[in-house]
């Protein structure tokens, strides 16, 4: 009676959109040398002890998704054994009500597949965030002097002073950084007068735009 390999386990793991991963009983069978009819059985039996967000009932068209990426008939009806889709926390509920030595052996695996699984897609995850913040900042150097800045612990009033942008537009790419989280939450601290900049400069803007409408409208 040998523990199912990671690997396996995360061949039966299915991956749909707006779904988390999941599994279904007969999959569940094969990969820990189960009868199917018996975690049905046991399924049907506590049923009410699984909370929303446990398992799910698979649609039709997921349900032939499903089929397709296990290379079976996709037009075939469903079961009731392949109709439910089982969270990690589902899964693992299930085998509870599963006794003997191979469902010990069962959780184990199952533990240790979602584990890995949840580790790379963080992974994957942390390597596509990186990406795109080096794609973002590594079109602007001010964003490029922004992010330096902040690494070194300067503050908004020295990475003014060495550079000759506005300080309303710095500010406004400071706040932008900070937001999208790519520079620390205390670093930088864009002064209050620089708001009032913003705001004058904005004023300005407007009135200036408002003069030119005159001007079209023959006002002036």
Same mark, same amino acid.
Do not use: C
């Given at each position: 009676m040998s523990l199912p390999t990671i690997a396996g386990v995360q061949s039966r793991i299915h991956m749909l959109p707006d779904r988390p991963p999941f599994m279904i009983i007969r999959e569940m069978a094969e990969v820990f040398d189960m009868e199917a009819r018996l975690i049905t059985r046991q399924f049907q039996?506590?049923?009410?002890?699984?909370?929303?967000?446990?398992?799910?009932? =698979?649609?039709?068209?997921?349900? %032939?998704?499903?089929?397709? /990426? =296990?290379?079976?008939?996709?037009? %075939?009806?469903?079961?009731? /054994?392949e109709q439910f889709g089982f969270t990690e926390k589902g899964a693992l509920l299930l085998l509870r009500f599963m006794s003997g030595e191979q469902a010990i052996r069962a959780t184990i695996a199952l533990i240790d597949a979602f584990t890995d699984l949840r580790d790379g897609t963080m992974d994957r995850l942390r390597v596509a965030a990186f990406k795109d913040q080096v794609s973002y900042i590594g079109r602007s150097k001010m964003r490029l002097a922004i992010k330096l800045a902040a690494a070194e612990g300067w503050s908004f009033g020295k990475l003014w002073d060495e550079h000759d942008w506005s300080a309303p537009k710095l500010g406004r790419e400071v706040e932008d950084m900070r937001i999208r989280g790519y520079i620390p939450q205390h670093a930088l601290f864009v002064p209050h007068y620089v708001y009032q900049r913003r705001k004058?400069?904005?004023?300005?803007?407007e009135i200036h735009a408002e003069d030119e409408r005159q001007m079209k409208l023959g006002l002036h």
């Open positions: 039996k506590n049923r009410h002890e699984f909370p929303e967000g446990y398992y799910f009932v =698979l649609t039709p068209e997921e349900y %032939r998704a499903q089929s397709a /990426l =296990l290379v079976q008939t996709a037009e %075939r009806s469903r079961t009731d /054994l004058s400069e904005r004023e300005l803007m």
